[in-house]
Antibody, heavy 124, light 108 residues
Framework: QVQLEESGGGVVQPGRSLRISCAAS????????MHWVRQAPGKGLEWVAV????????YYADSVKGRFTISRDNSKNTLYLEMSSLRGEDTAVYYC?????????????????WGQGTLVTVSS | SYVLTQPPSVSVAPGQTARITCGGNNIGSNSVHWYQQKPGQAPVLVVHDDSDRPSGIPERISGSNSGNTATLAISRVEAGDEADYYCQVWDSSSDHWVFGGGTKLTVL
């Protein structure tokens, strides 16, 4: 069965950096685009970033563009999100989610599987 | 960027039908997807492409989309349907994925 497991969350000071990971199993990871979606405490879902199956295409929400970098290692079945210049408003549970197709930003798509999330708290 | 508008809350008695709307400019020309999120849990896809259900989702849950409004309907509502529900589209003008603000479904 498809499993996505996030890790690496924690408390980080404003302005610092943090990298979170998502380990995938139960499917051919290199066949699918992958996303990060976040949810601030008590708030709704916010799409953060997407990476195509082959690492060629990446797109970011305006709120994180230039500060966050999405990447993947298909040999390790792992998705990453490098977050820099962190702000208080970046505090959220970060979910990785599988796109139902391979490409990113090429056609309408949705998230068919989600991990359980990892909490990132930005605070001094 | 494209904006999706959902009512913050919907309440319904057990056994009745709950309807949750998702408004957007000419949303009928987009594919709309719906997620259910229970407290402390990750979202779960319940409807994709306006009206298709993933395997394991009961037939009581259905979707429709036309004009400026998409609707998620849950018939014969049960206590276990209490959750937050989010609509989502892909915005072709920005290559961004967009969520509605979410609707909290309360079973009275």
């Amino acid at each position: 069965q498809v499993q996505l497991e996030e890790s690496g969350g924690g408390v980080v000071q404003p302005g610092r950096s943090l990298r979170i990971s998502c380990a995938a199993s139960g499917f051919t990871f290199s066949d699918y685009a992958m996303h990060w979606v976040r949810q601030a405490p008590g708030k709704g879902l916010e799409w953060v970033a997407v990476i195509s199956y082959d690492d060629r295409d990446k797109y970011y929400a305006d709120s994180v563009k230039g500060r966050f970098t999405i990447s993947r290692d298909n040999s390790k079945n792992t998705l990453y999100l490098e977050m820099s210049s962190l702000r208080g408003e970046d505090t959220a549970v970060y979910y990785c989610a599988r796109d139902y197709i391979a490409g990113a930003g090429t056609s309408p798509s949705y998230f068919d599987y989600w991990g359980q999330g990892t909490l990132v708290t930005v605070s001094s | 960027s494209y904006v999706l508008t959902q009512p913050p809350s919907v309440s319904v008695a057990p056994g009745q039908t709950a309807r949750i709307t998702c408004g957007g400019n000419n949303i009928g020309s987009n594919s709309v997807h719906w997620y259910q999120q229970k407290p402390g849990q990750a979202p779960v896809l319940v409807v994709h492409d306006d009206s298709d259900r993933p395997s394991g989702i009961p037939e009581r849950i259905s979707g429709s989309n036309s004009g400026n409004t998409a609707t998620l309907a849950i018939s014969r509502v049960e206590a276990g349907d209490e959750a937050d529900y989010y609509c989502q589209v892909w915005d072709s003008s920005s290559d961004h994925w967009v969520f509605g603000g979410g609707t909290k479904l309360t079973v009275l």
